[in-house]
């Protein structure tokens, strides 16, 4: 269970997962302004939470989310500006900028109704999982608007410009299915297995160096707006950064394990990244002790001149 209360939302921790759980089921987990000021307050205690390895992102009930709140979000705010904004800005914080940037993978687990403005952060997670029977839906243009915030900008990033469009123009409803077929999710399955296929994802992840993953991350999100020349000179300065703020050393430690050891292959799994860190420690402890010597044998010399 979990030390963090709130009111719109549930967080549960467990096995390395930290789950963000929209916890307004009787208004289908519909966004109100106060479920968006409380995810952004979440995502950064979720961020420095080291109990926390992997991000989970549902809904509970029937619903993944069923968008903008239409009575608190959009009515309630229509003739006061002022609270519309502060409104606006803790929903694009934490459904975009927060999740994209979060520093660990994203898991979207779908779980039922996902609609409109529900598609920005089901875009910003890493990952996304859904339920066969989930339903997802473009529903801005059944009452007359567009889809706005940045969700026309997801879907037209996510989608294929012939499925965005169709999508968005016609509203047409369409479950978890459809949604891997037009990759708006990496896979879809029975609801009964929706949480141990997120689990089994997140363990995955857990394998993985913490920081290279971070960094790859990283680097394929902001690639894709670049040219060749930009991309190659971000990349190789990332590389950089990526080698010289991993604690493991994983680059090193890997092609050892690999040329020296031959204990795994590469290509074929994962560095043993317990055994690198513990190499790494006792070769630091080694270095540790070696240092204390000489500065005692120092020490002696400069006491003995006097
Ligand atoms: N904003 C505000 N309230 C919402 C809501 C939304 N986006 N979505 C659902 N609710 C509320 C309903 O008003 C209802 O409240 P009430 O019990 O006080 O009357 C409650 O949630 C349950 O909704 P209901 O329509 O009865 O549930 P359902 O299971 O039959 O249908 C949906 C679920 C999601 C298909 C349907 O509620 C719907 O179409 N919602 C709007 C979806 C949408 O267009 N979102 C885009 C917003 S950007």
Same mark, same amino acid.
């Given at each position: 269970? %979990? ?7 549930? *967080?549960?921790?467990?096995?390395? *997962? ?13 966004? %109100? ?20 390895? &992997?991000? &989970? ?7 993944? %989310?069923?968008?903008?709140?239409? +009575?608190?979000?959009? $009515? ?11 409104? /606006? ?5 934490? /459904? ?21 403005? +529900? ?9 996304? *999982? ?20 940045? &969700? ?7 989608? #294929? ?14 479950? =978890? ?7 708006? &999710?990496?896979? %879809? @399955?029975? +609801?009964?297995? !929706? $949480? #141990?296929?997120? @689990? ?49 050393? =994983?680059?090193?430690? =890997?092609?050892?394990?690999? !040329?020296?050891?031959? #204990? ?8 043993? !990244?317990?055994? +690198? ?26 006491? /003995?001149?006097?």
């Amino acid at each position: 269970m %979990s030390e963090y209360k709130f009111n719109n939302i549930k *967080i549960e921790k467990g096995q390395g *997962i930290g789950w963000l759980i929209l916890n307004r089921p009787e208004k289908r987990n519909a966004m %109100s302004p106060e479920l968006h000021m409380e995810c952004a307050d979440a995502l950064d205690l979720l961020a420095d939470d080291d109990d926390v390895k &992997v991000l &989970v992102l549902t809904g509970s009930g029937k619903a993944f %989310s069923a968008g903008q709140d239409l +009575a608190l979000y959009f $009515r309630a705010n229509q003739d006061n500006p002022k609270t519309r904004a502060k409104a /606006r800005a803790a929903s694009s914080s934490w /459904r975009w900028h927060k999740l994209v940037n979060f520093p660990k993978p994203t898991i979207a687990a779908v779980n039922g109704f996902c609609f409109g403005g +529900a598609f920005t952060q089901l875009c910003a997670c890493d990952f996304a *999982i859904a339920a066969n029977n989930a339903t997802f839906g473009l529903s801005e243009v059944n009452w007359g608007i567009i889809p706005g915030g940045i &969700v026309s900008w997801n879907v037209a990033d996510v989608l #294929s410009y012939r499925d965005a469009l169709y999508y968005a123009v016609t509203g047409d409803p369409f479950d =978890g299915r459809t949604a891997e077929k037009i990759r708006l &999710v990496n896979y %879809s @399955v029975p +609801a009964n297995k !929706l $949480r #141990s296929e997120t @689990v089994k994802l997140a363990k995955k992840l857990m394998t993985k160096s913490p920081n290279a993953m971070r960094y790859t991350k990283e680097a394929i999100r902001s690639v894709r707006r670049m040219n060749e020349p930009e991309a190659a000179d971000y990349l190789n300065a990332k590389s950089v950064a990526c080698k010289a703020t991993d604690p493991i050393p =994983g680059r090193d430690e =890997g092609i050892r394990q690999f !040329l020296d050891e031959k #204990s795994y292959r590469p290509g074929l799994g994962q560095l043993d !990244l317990k055994k +690198a860190a513990a190499r790494v420690k006792s070769a630091s402890g080694q270095k540790t002790s070696a240092g204390k010597k000489a500065a005692a044998k120092k020490a002696k010399k400069t006491a /003995r001149k006097r």
